[in-house]
């Protein structure tokens, strides 16, 4: 592999540490992503900040069609020309966070399967941006900060379990292939990632009808997690029925228990029979 410390000097340029810029520099790290992604000849897939390529050409080598938005215009301005030999390789500038995937993806019949080294600034509210648009996409490989891959797959009872651990499982099964330690990048990164896969449930676990509600009931019992359900609840600025004691109690569930003790079902149970 071309040495990227070299190849960004020859560009003169400097990983900008605003965009989350550490490339990775390890080949048996990039392979393991690709094959975690499992790209068969008829996908089309989407790559997150590609950077200097390093992934994208063994990614355009397995997949019918590959996009890749990049924000660093620099970076673009690079990529295009390494792809010049890859015809379906189509590079877009743009900031992931605003980009407007139902033109982007308008020509695609299929859902995408999308593939990233992402920057960690940007990784949570992409995640739930993918959420909401999850029919645009199949499966997701991303590499992650530790930590949050580890609160992404987290079960009920332990510290990592919270809303992201929550709304991510509501819809999907996440896993953590592997972890990836900071000298397989350059520059190396101060935190340990992640490499996470995630696949919807056919059959969303169980149905919310209020998505909203559902999402700020959470949100507001583990803002006092240390406290119990019914102290935590009561600390939120929600509107909530006066009974709400008893409504807990009916629903089977002991108003004492810690908000992290509850499994995803029972929170959508206890939205269900909040709403007043
Ligand atoms: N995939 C490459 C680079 C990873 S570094 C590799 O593994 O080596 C993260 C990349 O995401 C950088 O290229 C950075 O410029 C890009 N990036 C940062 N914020 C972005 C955003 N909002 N939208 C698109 N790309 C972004």
């Not at 080598?61 to 020309?81: G, M, R």
């Not at 509850?262 to 149970?269: A, D, G």
Request: charged share 30%.
């Amino acid at each position: 592999m071309v040495s990227i410390r070299k190849e960004l000097s020859e560009h003169g340029l400097i990983p900008k540490k605003r965009l989350g810029q550490h490339f990775l520099i390890d080949q048996n790290i990039l392979n393991k992503i690709i094959r975690t992604a499992q790209i068969e000849k008829e996908d089309v897939v989407l790559e997150i900040g590609p950077g200097l390529g390093e992934m994208t050409i063994g990614l355009a080598k397995k997949a019918k069609k590959l996009i890749t938005v990049e924000i660093d215009p620099k970076l673009v301005e690079i990529l295009k020309k390494k792809v010049m030999d890859y015809p379906n390789v189509e590079v877009v500038k743009g900031d992931i966070l605003k980009v407007d995937f139902d033109k982007l993806l308008s020509q695609e019949k299929n859902p995408v399967k999308v593939v990233a080294n992402l920057p960690y600034q940007i990784s949570t509210p992409l995640l739930f941006r993918f959420i909401e648009l999850r029919h645009l996409f199949s499966t997701l490989t991303l590499m992650l900060q530790k930590e949050v891959g580890e609160r992404m797959v987290a079960p009920p009872g332990g510290k990592e379990y919270g809303p992201l651990s929550i709304f991510v499982q509501l819809v999907s099964d996440p896993t953590i292939r592997f972890f990836v330690k900071p000298p397989a990048f350059f520059p190396p990164p101060k935190v340990e990632s992640a490499v996470i896969h995630m696949a919807w449930k056919e059959n969303p676990m169980v149905e919310v009808k209020d998505e909203e509600w559902f999402k700020k009931i959470v949100r507001g019992c583990f803002s006092y997690r240390r406290k119990t359900l019914i102290n935590a609840l009561k600390h939120t600025d929600l509107s909530l029925p006066p009974d709400m004691e008893l409504r807990i109690k009916e629903i089977g569930i002991d108003h004492r228990r810690r908000p992290e003790t509850l499994s995803i079902q029972e929170f959508v149970n206890l939205a269900e029979i909040l709403k007043s």
